[in-house]
Nanobody
Framework: QVQLVESGGGLVQPGGSLRLSCTASGSIFSINAMGWYRQAPGKQRELVAGISVSGNANYADSVKGRFTISRDNAKNTMYLQMNSLKPEDTAVYYC???????????????WGQGTQVTVSS
């Protein structure tokens, strides 16, 4: 079985920084695209940033220039460096990855359990 585990969330003041991590474990043959999503109370889950296996990244307009997504393929880990945080960044952040468990398996999409990020003074 495959698991994605996020860490690094917490409470931070406006203007502060946090670094989220997401590590995949279990029966993993290869990982394709990965991404960070967030869901604020009463709102739909939205894409924050995505990254390809080669490292090409894309960002939501609301976080461009403030957030940086990266990955370490050797560690099956993805990161989200969040700077200049704003109260509107408050949400539960989820990681997402397309993972194959074997060479003849199809890619399946997995989600982490989420980590709370609260930006407040």
């Amino acid at each position: 079985q495959v698991q994605l585990v996020e860490s690094g969330g917490g409470l931070v003041q406006p203007g502060g920084s946090l670094r989220l991590s997401c590590t995949a474990s279990g029966s993993i043959f290869s990982i394709n695209a990965m991404g960070w999503y967030r869901q604020a109370p009463g709102k739909q889950r939205e894409l924050v940033a995505g990254i390809s296996v080669s490292g090409n990244a894309n960002y939501a307009d609301s976080v461009k220039g403030r957030f940086t997504i990266s990955r370490d393929n050797a560690k099956n880990t993805m990161y989200l460096q969040m700077n200049s945080l704003k109260p509107e960044d408050t949400a539960v952040y989820y990681c997402n990855a397309a993972i194959r468990s074997g060479p003849s398996n199809l890619y399946e999409v997995y989600w982490g359990q989420g980590t709370q990020v609260t930006v407040s003074s």
